[in-house]
């Protein structure tokens, strides 16, 4: 009998948890609306509800795992404790781990959304012939993983992987971190928008504001869709997102001369739009990356790969999967037995 186990991905608008089997198969997936508003002991209740229907559906199809659980914010590893998340102000400094171990009786791990994804390119996606790649996910912030020798590279709290908060332009836009210039201010979704709206203001892009009268979503989507139909205004801010995530990266690349750099969210999409000039600045700012990129090596030697996720919006859903089919198994048998005890 082979194992499997439960993934949760804990978001601000929607609450996701699947039944994973060990061999990254997909046996269901649940999805409902995260009332955050009612209060975390509600919403608790609600996710402790559902994995427990999981469990007892699949309980003869193999051996649980345990439960691993995808929160954006920063999260505590050695106590299982969220210390800030953007959409659930109410979980800061909560044992959440604990609390959900001590309700269903199984490991539970939890993970940063973001480090969750990176686990899940790996496992199943664009890494899962490497053992060491970064990942950053472009969505309405930018999120990042580092997965070294297999594993997710944590730092001495776990919060290592905050990708979205390399700094792009010394003096750039406020942060919500407290710095400002970060990656995340130029290539996420809310970025792409502002990016746009400040152009419209400054009176340097009539070819948005003609299109903004029109009935173009002013979305990242619908700039993006500008942006193919050839608006000059609209390539310029993606070549902007490009530009930043040429420089981020490059020095990711300096850092580490990791093999591979996965792109994922949903502004990941938007490649055709971005990449080219990505790729022309990652070059400037990076010689190691010059001299490694894959038109740079003779056929057969290693390189570096920068290349889009291949998991979708899943990424995070079979990464939590992953993460306590990891776990060693000493630490499993440990809870089982605190827990009965
Ligand atoms: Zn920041």
Redesign the pocket.
């Known amino acids: 009998m082979g194992v499997y186990s439960i993934a949760v991905d804990l978001g601000g608008t929607n609450l996701r948890i699947a039944a994973v089997s060990g061999e990254g198969k997909l046996l269901e997936k649940l999805t409902t609306g995260t009332e955050v508003q009612r209060g975390r002991d509600f919403v608790i209740r609600e996710m402790t509800d559902a994995i427990q229907s999981l469990m007892v559906k699949y309980r003869d199809s193999g051996d649980l795992a345990g439960i691993g659980i995808g929160v954006p914010g920063f999260i505590d590893m050695d106590t299982g404790t969220i210390m800030r998340s953007p959409n659930l102000p109410d979980w800061a400094k909560f044992p959440v781990r604990e609390e959900i171990e001590r309700r269903l009786g199984t490991t539970v791990i939890l993970e940063n959304d973001a480090n969750a994804a990176a686990m899940g390119e790996k496992w199943l996606g664009a890494g899962r012939n490497t053992d060491h790649m970064a990942m950053y996910t472009l969505g309405t912030g930018v999120g990042g993983g580092i997965v070294m020798n297999g594993r997710l590279w944590h730092g001495v709290n776990g919060m290592a992987g905050e990708l979205?908060?390399f700094n792009v332009e010394s003096e750039g836009h406020p942060?919500?971190?407290?710095?400002r210039g970060?990656l995340?201010?130029y290539a996420s979704a809310t970025a792409i928008v502002r990016m746009a709206h400040e152009v419209m203001d400054s009176g340097s892009a009539p070819d948005l504001v003609d299109a903004a009268r029109g009935n173009v979503e002013f979305t990242s989507r619908g700039i993006y869709q500008l942006a193919i139909q050839n608006h000059p205004s609209a390539q310029k801010i993606y070549r902007r997102v490009g530009r930043a995530l040429g420089i981020a990266i490059g020095g990711m690349v300096n850092a580490l001369n990791l093999p591979m750099y996965v792109i994922g969210g949903g502004v990941a999409s938007a490649w055709d739009a971005f990449a080219p000039t990505m790729f022309e600045e990652l070059k400037v700012r990076s010689f190691i990356y010059s001299i490694t990129a894959p038109d740079r090596v003779e056929p057969g030697q290693k390189h570096t790969v920068v290349t889009i996720a291949l998991m979708g919006s899943d990424a995070g859903l079979y990464g939590a999967a992953r993460l306590p089919m990891r776990a060693p198994r000493a630490q499993t048998e440990a809870v089982r037995s605190s827990i009965k005890s």
């Open positions: 979205g908060h942060c919500g971190c407290g710095s970060c995340e201010q």
